[in-house]
């Protein structure tokens, strides 16, 4: 009997020390290879506490007036906003700082541009509740004709990279369609974005901080792809 045992414990020892040689000891395995969170997950991550923010604020405001609702929009797109700067930066930040962080959010730049579009469905719901509950409002104080010739096909834009983002939506596209789409689409969002911060430093007095850091971190996220560019245009071997 103890003969049998120890020939079990000495199989499990050396299947144990052939698993170790082949791919490692599992602490040094869960060292080397940490649990990354990505795609549905990381999306549940992002947008259900983004989700809760809004529906918080909601409680704290009096959306039976046209203050209380656009106060709504201007916080929506607030926590919006970073998730389109990092899904637009994405594929730069892996040729300016190579690394395991960068390839990852390379890897959920799609995840990262689904959160921005779910934040925006949250502005375009409150957008939508001014027009229809507060129209005088909303033709007076907040109607921009140059802010909605840019808004309208930014919304457009932006529901057609989201459609796309997914199998059902991309196999109606040719893959020349598509990249034109996603690649001119994000410049454009960004382009949109940027220049509403700007256009707010510049020619409107109340000004917050977060309009400063907003400018500032779109100038940053538009800097490092012209800085990827250029680095993968002096990398490129000379012909």
Partial sequence: MYAGTDGLSNSVFVEFHVIELRYGHPKEMSMIRPITVSGPTLFTIVVLPMSLAVLLAMRGLDLDSAYGVSSMIQFSVQLAVPWLFIAFCAS??????PGKFTRW???????????FAAGMAWQLLFILWLVVGHFDYYM????????????????????????????????KLSTRQWKFLHKGGIYFLWFVVWTTYWYELFYYDDIQFIDY?????GFVAWLSRMTAWTLKRIRQPAT
Avoid: H, K
């Fill in 92 to 97: 730069s930040c892996v040729i300016v700082f």
């Fill in 105 to 115: 959010i390379l890897r959920n730049r799609r995840i990262f541009g689904l959160c």
């Fill in 140 to 171: 007076e104080e907040a109607y921009d004709y140059l802010s909605l010739v840019e808004q309208v096909p930014g919304y457009i834009v932006l529901l057609a990279m989201t459609i796309t983002s997914f199998r059902f939506g991309r196999s």
């Fill in 213 to 217: 850091l907003y400018y500032w971190l």
